[in-house]
């Protein structure tokens, strides 16, 4: 099976403007992302999608494979398909594409290895990773995505609320009864689907979370979820830099 991954960034950030080029430890965010990815087995190649050119000519210059996209994207997904397309044109195919966060500078390779082992099952088009909370305050932040799941490992469900809501037990005792998940962003899609899901338009459950992949539920495709082990710390902010004490 012939997976690609793709990082989509962007420079124009609204909370954090030029977030790929902020250096970490004596590297930019964009550097670390790439190399972590280039870590995984799974992977045939690794490409930064980027809709500007300080962005493409720094990857570039660290010997990193980049391409320039629209800026009137709207979503990452949207970016990956755009990539996919192209490289298509090129005669260059893939049966799966997986999007990288490029705000998650220590990305664990062994997360997108486990998201691309979904594939070896036909039925499976898209697939997530979901991680158990052991935090109330992550289960009550409306910035940490929660994810119910049937039995079959498919979401239900993604929501900044606390999902399910736990009738007649105090808030700070919810983790005891139930096993809460959140929403690692990492995506992989078919690239077929990916095509397809590009093309819906944003249902009200999206508009009401804020959340694109309740488009792809509303409109019946299956999301499947995996479970991993490892944490994952995405850079939102100036002040997220401060969780990062790794050095090389």
Avoid at 18 to 28: A, D, Q, R
Avoid at 99 to 119: K, V
Avoid at 193 to 199: A, G, P
Avoid at 213 to 220: C, K, M, T, V
Wanted: aromatic letters at 8%; a negative charge.
């Amino acid at each position: 099976m012939n997976i690609i991954g793709i990082i989509p960034a962007r420079y124009a950030s609204s909370r954090f403007p030029g977030k790929p080029l902020v250096e970490i430890h004596g590297k930019t965010m964009i550097q670390r992302v790439y190399e972590q990815a280039k870590k995984a087995t799974r992977l045939a190649d690794v490409i930064v999608a980027t809709d500007d050119n300080r962005i493409l000519k720094h990857v570039l210059s660290f010997g990193g494979k980049a391409l320039m996209t629209s800026d009137k994207h709207p979503t990452g997904t949207d970016r990956c398909h755009e990539i996919v397309a192209m490289l298509a044109e090129e005669d260059q195919h893939y049966d799966v594409a997986i999007n990288i966060q490029g705000d998650e500078p220590y990305i664990n390779p062994e997360q997108i290895d486990l998201l691309a082992g979904s594939f070896d099952n036909p039925q499976i088009h898209i697939a997530t990773l979901v991680k158990a909370l052991t935090d109330s305050e992550e289960l009550f932040s409306a910035n940490i995505i929660k994810v119910i799941k049937d039995s079959s490992n498919r979401a239900i469900y993604f929501s900044r609320t606390a999902i399910p809501f736990q009738r007649d037990k105090i808030r700070e005792t919810w983790l005891q009864f139930h096993t809460y998940y959140k929403h690692i962003g990492i995506y992989a899609y078919r690239t077929n689907t990916l095509k397809e899901i590009t093309q819906l338009p944003a249902g009200s459950l999206e508009r009401a979370e804020s959340l694109e992949q309740l488009r792809w539920l509303e409109n019946g495709y299956a999301i499947f979820v995996k479970e991993t082990s490892f944490e994952s710390h995405s850079v939102d902010v100036p002040e997220d830099l401060m969780k990062f004490n790794v050095q090389d």
